[in-house]
């Protein structure tokens, strides 16, 4: 069980759509990238990770703002 004493639930809308924003431009960039022929295959696999990490995080908050498009079974990977 989780201990949500520790929680704060101090977070304003505008900062969780900020970080929606900004996780997402970050994800885009990692993206880009990827896709760059001049990317050696070692920075690609990181940026692999650091995509795939904030396409995690994406799924979630939009998932927690209520994004009709985002199940709970995407957010855990579980839908293909």
């Given at each position: 069980m989780i201990d949500d004493s520790k929680f704060t639930y101090d977070k304003q809308w505008k900062q969780i759509l900020q970080m929606l924003e900004w996780?997402?431009?970050?994800?885009?960039?990692?993206k880009k990238a990827i896709n760059d022929p001049n990317t050696s295959m070692r920075d690609k696999a990181q940026h692999m990770r650091d995509y795939k990490g904030l396409q995690g995080v994406t799924y979630a908050l939009r998932w927690v703002l209520g994004d009709p498009t985002m199940s709970g079974e995407q957010v855990l990977g579980r839908e293909k």
């Amino acid at each position: 069980m989780i201990d949500d004493s520790k929680f704060t639930y101090d977070k304003q809308w505008k900062q969780i759509l900020q970080m929606l924003e900004w996780a997402t431009i970050e994800r885009n960039i990692h993206k880009k990238a990827i896709n760059d022929p001049n990317t050696s295959m070692r920075d690609k696999a990181q940026h692999m990770r650091d995509y795939k990490g904030l396409q995690g995080v994406t799924y979630a908050l939009r998932w927690v703002l209520g994004d009709p498009t985002m199940s709970g079974e995407q957010v855990l990977g579980r839908e293909k």
